[in-house]
């Protein structure tokens, strides 16, 4: 476990804009040269315009012109000690577009944490190819 | 296969609204009364606007008073001989909130068909049961 | 007011599956052959795959082939005496595009009822012209 | 017009990941303290899980504790001389929720530029007080 992620990932948490569902969730990923992009899940009274951790945090990333070569992993961080919140589909989609496939996703609380490859989150993905 | 979902999903594809990607996909579930119901994609000019094809597919089951317990598999067709469309991340969000993880969920194009077990293609999923 | 598109709309919102927000919203589309579509919210547990009722009801209509002419007007529902619930932002994308411009849409609950003009309600809109 | 403003959304709009519609846009908010966010539309190959620009900017602000009062105005900017981009409906739900309704939205492009207020881009909005 990347622990300087775990820590960003904590802090970010309290950023959370869950006023609806007061379900927590932040993300942290690390690019290879080290540098770290978080994001929270900040949700709308029009539950479908809502947008998960995961996403705010590749999205960042993704705006300063980082790229999939760039990114090494992600770590999903929700407060306590609730069951883990894995990753939605959603987010696996998106990050199976931006991430390569090989990346870590770990997924933590404050007492638990788990290791995935990102391509066993997402098996037989839609995928950019599909499209050409 | 179940030919006559495959005939319906093959029929639906005609109304798919696809005037940005031009990429057809349709859907149809069956229900355990034998009842079908079809979808399509239908895309939007902001691209996040837009809808795949099973989520069209199940919201109509749903808005008809079908529950989880009503429903038997899906099935995905995309017209031709390119690589099978797999369902997107969101879509098998949307399966698992509203279907049995153990349902068939079928992939096909007019020359190729797979199968899998819901479960199979979202593990470690987010559910509702994370939200109480 | 169309008395029936409104008794549909209120029928149909008996089956909105809004389990975490427990807000009801259904809808309904006349065409002008004199068909009459209806849909309702669709939560999920990762809150931007929900759907609202407004695009539901439209998607359901394009994916039986209707398309923009075909549509007369569109009705929101939302059961009681609380403040009417107006379309929101993302509904309105989705109704440009799908929809005519001039088309009416009405907002009611069981105690209040008022109509607008689409156009109106989305000003300077996105439009697929953008995109050629 | 904020120069500065427009020089940044200019400056960022090349990092916009929009493979698919090759349609870049981008956009900059401006705090009251003076500090800018910067957003750029990412686009996936399942249409629906793309974002637009102007959310990923809010987005990321509230990520990094920006609160609705924080916010002065933002500006949407589309490179070249073609219309107009104005935001989606969906943008404006999200800027609905985000930030105050007497903030001023700019759209813009290398020889246009209009002004908005924001409660004019979405008159009768869904809102936060519908939910309680």
Do not use: W
């Not at 820590?7 to 927590?24: G, P, R």
């Amino acid at each position: 476990m990347n622990n300087k992620l775990f820590d960003m990932a904590k802090l970010a948490s309290k950023n959370s804009y869950s006023i609806f569902s007061h379900f927590k969730v932040s993300a942290a990923i690390e690019l290879k040269d080290g540098r770290i992009f978080t994001g929270v899940n900040i949700e709308n009274s029009s539950y479908p315009e809502s947008m998960c951790a995961e996403r705010v945090c590749l999205f960042k990333a993704y705006s300063e012109g980082v790229r999939k070569d760039d990114i090494k992993s992600l770590l999903i961080y929700h407060p306590g000690n609730d069951a883990l919140a894995y990753p939605c589909g959603g987010c696996r989609q998106v990050m199976s577009d931006l991430m390569d496939h090989s990346c870590v996703i770990a997924v933590s609380n404050d007492v638990d944490y788990k290791e995935f490859i990102l391509g066993d989150l997402l098996p037989y993905s839609f995928t950019p190819e599909n499209l050409k």
